[in-house]
């Protein structure tokens, strides 16, 4: 485990749920043990704050607790466009098996981009 990855697992960022949240978007596989629950407080489609629960190895700590930092700020869609080579990038790379852990993120984010628009659709007010 390289610095970078040691240093985001032992010391996380945004790793809490959120009560006010907007929406939740859900990445992984709970039955096999690698999940996220991905928690946004948005405005007018604009990212204020993200926060993640985590269940998986340090590298998915890691990964998902760079991935709250980069999306917050963003736009949905600007937000959409990160990936998770550039979460492993940031974190100076991965090891080969633990590409799937910073995809986990991306995946969440759609998930909840997908129940932003449902809830847009079925709710005007939000709108
Ligand atoms: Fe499966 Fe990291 S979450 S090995």
């Given at each position: 485990m390289n610095e970078k990855v040691k240093a985001y697992f032992k010391n996380p960022r945004n790793l809490e749920s959120m009560a006010d949240a907007t929406v939740k978007g859900t990445g992984g596989d709970p039955g096999c043990g690698d999940y996220i629950e991905l928690y946004l407080k948005i405005e007018h489609d604009v990212i204020l704050k993200a926060s993640a629960m985590v269940a998986g190895c340090p590298y998915a700590i890691a990964t998902t607790s760079v991935f709250t930092e980069m999306i917050a700020g963003k736009s949905l869609d600007d937000a959409m466009m990160i990936s998770g080579d550039e979460v492993a990038d940031f974190l100076d790379g991965l090891p080969e098996t633990k590409?799937?852990?910073?995809?986990m993120g991306p995946e969440a984010l759609r998930n909840a981009a997908h129940n932003y628009i449902m809830a847009r659709i079925c709710t005007p007010s939000m709108a």
């Open positions: 590409i799937h852990c910073s995809l």
